[in-house]
């Protein structure tokens, strides 16, 4: 689910809180109190539904609660003076007051062209054939590997390449990234053209 408010945006599959784009570093605890927050904003939430959604019923105190009510508040530039998104109704608990809109999915797609470039190929493959097609058939299972961790679908392939899309368009370049350093550690005898 994805819930934008102001110019934040709240991304629960992806666990990310977003402001204009840039992405927002959040503790585990302080992102599900505030998803928790969005999602119930019709009413308050007591001290008791946060313990029991946000820590599993574990007790925690009170400093440690506040603690993460206000990480929350500051990390949407709110804060306990203002209230302007979340309210806290003294004795009762909190709510998420803000104008929120819902979307199901993040519908928003780039496709990325992974190419392995392999330098001295016709060399190599002339030196050991079946070596260098194991060790190519390696280096594509690490990039399918790669391609799901980043949550993207491989949906052709030419060659030496394959076409994959992913939701945020800064993932291909990570997973790129990513790719190159393990399929380098992994197998520096197979030389990647910069």
């Not at 203002?82 to 780039?110: C, D, N, S, Y």
């Not at 299972?141 to 394959?162: C, H, K, N, T």
Request: some cysteine; overall charge positive.
């Amino acid at each position: 689910m994805l819930y934008s408010f102001e110019d934040f945006s709240l991304d629960t599959a992806r666990r990310e809180l977003r402001r204009g784009g840039a992405l927002i570093a959040l503790q585990p605890q302080v992102f599900d109190l505030l998803e928790y927050a969005i999602r119930n904003r019709d009413r308050v939430v007591s001290k008791d539904d946060l313990l029991a959604a946000v820590w599993n019923g574990r007790i925690v105190s009170e400093s440690t609660l506040s603690t993460r009510i206000n990480a929350a508040r500051n990390a949407i530039g709110d804060s306990g003076e203002g209230q302007r998104l979340i309210r806290t109704a003294h004795g009762k608990g909190i709510r998420f007051v803000g104008a929120v809109h819902e979307q199901g999915e993040t519908v928003r797609k780039l496709a990325a062209i992974f190419a392995a470039d392999v330098a001295g190929y016709s060399r190599l493959m002339e030196q050991d054939e079946i070596g260098t097609l194991r060790r190519l058939t390696a280096c594509r299972a690490i990039l399918d590997e790669r391609v799901a961790a980043y949550r993207g679908r491989i949906f052709g392939s030419a060659g030496d390449s394959v076409v994959a899309d992913f939701a945020s368009p800064s993932t291909p370049c990570s997973a790129r990234s990513r790719c190159r350093r393990r399929s380098s550690m992994t197998m520096p005898h197979v030389p990647l053209a910069r």
